[in-house]
């Protein structure tokens, strides 16, 4: 697989492939909440259950996210990989076929053991087949997949299909659209080159590396940026069409379209200002990502301009934020850690921030605004997105070109002073 002047070609199939596959995987995970009212009429579902049947897939997310992101360290990405996305495939599949509200419930909680080893796996993977000048753009292009499959495209998706053809069928047809994704993984997809051990002639996996990571301060504080990151995004999920419908006062098909656009605005977040990074530095372009975001959540929680500028502000926060979680929770863990803990690290980073950004934020979130307004919910993303990039004030740099610069800086300084 290689172009006429020689170059591989590999590394860009594998980088598409996987893309597609993080895609489905938010196709899957947010899909359900485009036809829950179909569901809830079908099942006679309350609220709470419908909204476990979104959040509660958080849960074996995590632990999946962390337990085989530690595994590949030691057995390879590739066997902890593609076991758990044909899992992801089957349980999609399987959505279709329940019966009340308990049988997608388990079913859910399947998806989310199959969907949680693609972030760990697929970052470490896109690490090691490319060179570090280009990390940034390509694990930023992955992270796109998710939002443009699960909210920008999955929104018209599954809604149409819902419409045409019944909510059941739309999970079995997204399940055989993500089982030939995976089929191909399977055939194309290679172990990366490591330069640790190989994994056949290991010793046992060392359980301490499960938690170990933790040593490394950094680490911390990623998991605190990740957290927060992910607590804006799922706190957004939650109250922002409420907060646009009641207290705005906007029509529901109007908030589609700022919501609609707010997640535009992210993926283009997500695609631009990773690579922006590569020359002004990983530290300050989650600093002022996460300031400037929050700033925007908070204008757009004031609520008193127009809708215009309500949707204009909404969005900007969306853009800003769209570096935070690529850049936080994969490429400063692939230029700041050895190889073989990379997949703990990127797992348990994720752990920390889906338990308390997805799962936690959400419920205090429900909590403020039932005693406070909604606006006290919204207040909230712009508090936690704000976390998040004052955190980052404590992480090293780590971006190679800046840190080749500030070298010969120091190099001409010392230099001149002999």
Known sequence: MTTSNGRSMYPWAILGLLTAFWGLVGLNRVGIGFVLPAIRDE?????????????????????????????????????????GAFLAVGATAAMGGTWNFWSLFVVREFVGIGDGVGWPNSQAVLAAEFPAKRRAFVQSV??????????????????????????????????GVFFFVVLALY????????????????????????????????????????????GWLQVGVAYNTLFLTDEIGVSLVAAGTILSIFGIAGVAGTLLLPYCSDFTGRKPA??????????????????????????????????????????????????????????????????????????????????????????SAILLAAGLITVSGVAALFLPETAPRVRARQGAQVAARDAAGT
Do not use: C
């Open 43 to 83: 099942f006679g579902l309350a609220f709470w259950q419908a909204g476990l049947l979104v959040s509660g897939t958080s849960f074996t997310w995590a632990i999946s996210s962390w337990l085989s992101g530690w595994l590949s360290d030691h057995y390879g990405r590739r066997r902890v990989l593609l076991p």
């Open 142 to 175: 992955f992270t796109m997949g998710y939002p443009l499959f699960g909210s920008v495209l999955g929104a018209i998706v599954i809604t149409q299909m819902a419409e045409d053809l019944g909510w059941r069928p739309a999970f079995a047809i997204i399940g």
């Open 187 to 230: 055939f194309v997809m290679r172990e990366p080159p490591r330069a640790v051990v190989a994994t056949r002639e290991r010793s046992k996996p060392d359980w301490r590396k499960l938690v170990g990571v933790v040593r490394y301060p950094s680490v911390v504080v990623l998991m605190i940026i990740q957290a927060a990151a992910l």
């Open 286 to 375: 989650i600093f002022f990502g996460g300031v400037l975001s929050g700033v925007f959540m908070l204008l757009f929680a004031i609520g008193d301009f127009s809708v215009a500028a309500a949707a204009t502000f909404l969005a900007l926060s969306s853009f800003f934020n769209g570096l935070i979680i690529p850049l936080a929770a994969a490429t400063v863990v692939s230029e700041l850690l050895p190889e073989d803990e990379q997949g703990s690290a990127m797992g348990s980073i994720n752990f920390a921030g889906v338990i308390v950004g997805t799962f936690l934020m959400p419920i205090l979130g429900g909590v403020l605004a039932d005693n406070f307004g909604l606006q």
